[in-house]
């Protein structure tokens, strides 16, 4: 299963949900709660975001496939963020060399990813998009607004969320002992994903002709726009958000988030 985009659409995504984060963010409460992500502030959201940009800056460009030390994420995420004033600055500063270091680097330069990809820059350019755009959403719904992810976006994402999140078995929320076949249809699309469910591993297969009534397990259908099944895969909106047919349990062992 291949990524659905190249350098410069990921940037051009990229690009235009900073925008949109960085906008919401100049007119909202710091202090105001983010619904989608319980326990969060405007300003954690924006610490968060900025911090996944200065992990991904101290390492994306080096040129080598070594990981970083682990602790470099932690204190990126969690440390030296600035004092009450300085919040949007310091997030501009780090929207804005990270952008500026992506656009810099060839897709095909050696660097370390966590995901059963290939160990290129390209990984970084097609995940600094989809983070970007789901807290772009996440900022939105904070002061009540939704627009959907964009729909060629959208679709990368929910591929992404199959051939690398959850092969990893990274941010998965839902259960990992559920056996059955998963079929993910995009309504706006002509995108369909199957997935064979493993316990804790997972198969991703290429054609439909597995949904037949001689597959022993269960089984389930998903339909809806790319954004919504991009969204609910990610947790953000409810499974009963799609149309459903079949076992729906089996649809929470592919969340993560």
Not at 207 to 229: F, K, M, R, Y
């Amino acid at each position: 299963m291949t990524a659905l985009g190249s350098k410069e659409f990921w940037l051009e995504s990229l690009r235009g949900d900073a925008n949109a984060f960085r906008a919401i963010a100049a007119e909202a409460d710091l202090d105001a709660p983010v619904p989608t992500c319980p326990g969060w502030t405007v300003r954690d959201l924006v610490h968060h975001l900025g911090g996944v940009y200065r992990w991904v800056l101290a390492f994306a460009g080096r040129g080598t496939t070594e990981a970083p030390d682990p602790e470099l994420r932690r204190r990126s995420l969690n440390e030296d963020f600035p004092p009450e004033g300085e919040t949007l600055a310091w997030w501009d500063e780090q929207a804005s060399s990270l952008v500026k270091l992506l656009e810099s680097v060839d897709p095909q330069l050696p660097a370390w990813n966590w995901a059963p990809q290939a160990k290129v820059a390209s990984f970084w350019h097609r995940r600094m998009a989809n983070e970007t755009a789901v807290h772009r959403w996440d900022m939105q719904m904070s002061q009540g607004l939704a627009e959907p992810i964009d729909t060629r976006l959208a679709a990368d994402g929910v591929r992404e969320v199959l051939d690398s999140y959850l092969p990893a078995q990274r941010l998965r929320k839902g259960p990992t002992d559920r056996f059955g076949v998963v079929a993910l249809l995009s309504t706006d699309t002509e995108h369909e994903w199957f997935i064979r469910l493993r316990g804790e591993g997972i198969a991703l297969l290429d054609t439909a002709t597995i949904l037949d009534h001689t597959d022993p397990n269960e089984q389930v259908t998903a339909a809806g726009t790319a954004s919504d099944l991009d969204l609910a895969l990610w947790g953000r909106i409810g499974f009963d958000m799609l149309d459903v047919s079949g076992d729906e349990s089996l649809l929470y062992a592919l969340r993560i988030g």
